[in-house]
T-cell receptor
């Protein structure tokens, strides 16, 4: 059965520190997709990235970077030089072919960036 | 509009009353999801629509919950005989296809049952 684990319930760092949010997934399928979403205090979830199982290339977008490692079933998210505006709840999600691409969500990690 | 629109943004209702929550997805998006999010919690899947296919209702918590999607566009989530435990934010999302493309979320409807 597919599963997404975000073991870090809450992380608090001081502004400008780097922070990594962990996402570990379980799937028996070889075709699947992984996502990260951000939910700021306003409440609306914002899409950050999608990665399919055939593309292990890491991604960098400004201060954000993602490390996809199939060997450890992880899709971790790093924010470099964090800012107060990065404070939000971050969700990792998985969908797999065998489950008709039903989205399975992690419990989320609340990130607090202190000024 | 360009994004997913939900209405109302806030709804306070008395226990036992019925409520209807509306979602206008992004034009052209064939997939539509409803989720529920209780305070400080993750996303709980409720129901999924894909084009003209039968909806995936596997997440609906009870028969008091139902949803429809008319004309492949607007969706309405109905909760009958509301209970206090129904209090939550109800989120709607749409996408081009299930689970393979990014979903775009509305701002949610905060439902409070008193």
């Amino acid at each position: 059965a597919q599963k997404v684990t975000q073991a870090q319930t809450e992380i608090s760092v001081v502004e400008k520190e780097d922070v990594t949010l962990d996402c570990v997934y379980e799937t028996r399928d070889t075709t699947y997709y992984l996502f990260w979403y951000k939910q700021p205090p306003s409440g609306e979830l914002v899409f950050l990235i999608r990665r399919n199982s055939f593309d292990e290339q890491n991604e960098i977008s400004g201060r954000y970077s993602w490390n996809f490692q199939k060997s450890t079933s992880s899709f971790n998210f790093t924010i470099t030089a964090s800012q107060v505006v990065d404070s939000a709840v971050y969700f990792c999600a998985l969908s797999e072919l065998d489950s008709n691409y039903q989205l399975i969500w992690g419990a989320g990690t609340k990130l607090i960036i202190k000024p | 509009g360009a994004g997913v629109s939900q209405s109302p943004s806030n709804k306070v209702t008395e226990k036992g009353k019925d409520v209807e929550l509306r979602c206008d997805p992004i034009s052209g998006h064939t997939a539509l999801y409803w989720y529920r999010q209780s305070l400080g919690q993750g996303l709980e899947f409720l129901i999924y629509f894909q084009g003209n296919s039968a909806p995936d209702k596997s997440g609906l918590p009870s028969d008091r919950f139902s949803a429809e999607r008319t004309g492949g566009s607007v969706s309405t989530l109905t909760i009958q005989r509301t209970q206090q435990e129904d209090s939550a934010v109800y989120l709607c999302a749409s996408s081009l296809g299930r689970g393979r493309t990014e979903a775009f979320f509305g701002q949610g409807t905060r439902l409070t049952v008193v």
